[in-house]
């Protein structure tokens, strides 16, 4: 079983109107986005008293607040404290991908390499989606520009400009640089890819992908609120909560947890059910809880998070996970 957790940035045990909730018999009264965390024998757990009060017990369970005393609360499963692993994936801002044809003034060596133009030869640029998120989208375009009498290479470029931004279809956007010296196509919307091919008189022009000079090298980001969206859209649906028509187990909807624009840290909790025979004990499933964490939160504590979970999985449990 997956389970998501969204927490908003207020104090941890936040109770609706103000103050902290006592235990476990104000749940219901926790603020919408507020987090509790209670030991299995339904104590609550702080900073200060974690230490003492998960002595001899075997489980933790969070609860997530609504705002709504009437809503209640939302209360994981139990995670044990034996085998599991946290790991954790830090808020990684996405970066939209830049690709530099020619000399943008910073990369060295770079160049269009456009020789001197004749009148009736082509310039030909084709631009390839390679992203599984276009929709509607013809996946390569060819842009084309005949030169003409008097042409200079930078009026080749300004017309290949032109040609590829006369297309408003396209998930990329194309601008010279550098006075008409280089080209650069940059993603219109993260997450965006592509490639792109050269021929005729600039097919030896210098391409530039490694994030030199005015290129960028894609960042896929990770604790976007995009990301969270669709985890939580794929961990609802187990419970067939989910808007998305075509699955049969649609039995209720709810708003999303998650605040549009938002950095989440994610705590990424595993572990593995038992189930006891009366011949031995076999692995009968791996479980995982998502707690997805304010990014710098300005009120709610991460210290105190990893305090407690310390306490409970052991210290290993703060463990890093660098990129993306």
Do not use: C
Request: no cysteine; aromatic share 8%; proline share 2%.
């Amino acid at each position: 079983m997956n389970e998501l957790i969204v927490v908003k940035d207020v104090l941890l045990n936040r109770k609706i109107g103000g103050g902290l909730i006592s235990g476990i018999n104000e749940i219901n009264l926790l603020d919408a986005g507020a987090l509790a965390i209670f030991s299995d024998k339904n104590e609550m757990l702080t900073a200060a008293n974690v230490a003492a009060t998960l002595i001899n017990k075997k489980a933790i369970y969070f609860v997530l607040g609504s705002g709504d005393s009437k809503l209640g609360s939302k209360i994981s499963q139990p995670v044990t404290r034996i085998g599991t692993n946290v790991e954790y994936k830090y808020y990684i801002a996405p970066v939209k991908e830049v690709i530099l044809l020619g000399n943008d003034g910073v990369v060295s060596g770079a160049n269009m390499n456009i020789t001197t133009p004749v009148a009736g030869t082509f310039a030909y640029l084709r631009i390839e989606s390679t992203s599984d998120v276009d929709v509607n989208f013809i996946r390569a375009e060819r842009y084309t520009y005949e030169v003409k009498v008097g042409d200079t290479a930078a009026l080749i470029v300004a017309g290949l400009v032109a040609a590829a931004n006369a297309n408003t279809s396209s998930v990329y956007t194309v601008a010279s640089i550098n006075t008409n010296q280089g080209i650069t196509i940059t993603a219109n919307s993260f997450g965006q890819t592509f490639t792109v091919g050269l021929d005729g008189i600039i097919s030896a022009a210098t391409v530039t992908i490694d994030g030199s000079g005015a290129s960028t090298v894609i960042e896929f980001g990770s604790g976007t609120s995009t990301e969270v969206s669709a985890l939580e859209l794929e961990f609802n649906s187990e419970d067939g909560n989910t808007s998305r028509l075509w699955l049969a187990n649609q039995y209720w909807k709810k708003p999303s947890d998650v605040v549009i624009g938002n950095k989440y840290d994610l705590a990424n909790i595993q572990w593995h059910q038992k189930h006891s025979t009366p011949i031995k004990t076999l692995e009968a499933t791996d479980k995982q809880i998502i707690v997805a964490l304010p990014n710098a939160p300005a009120t709610f504590s991460m210290s105190t998070w990893h305090t407690i979970i310390a306490e409970a999985f052991g210290t290993a449990s703060a463990d890093a996970e660098p990129g993306s």
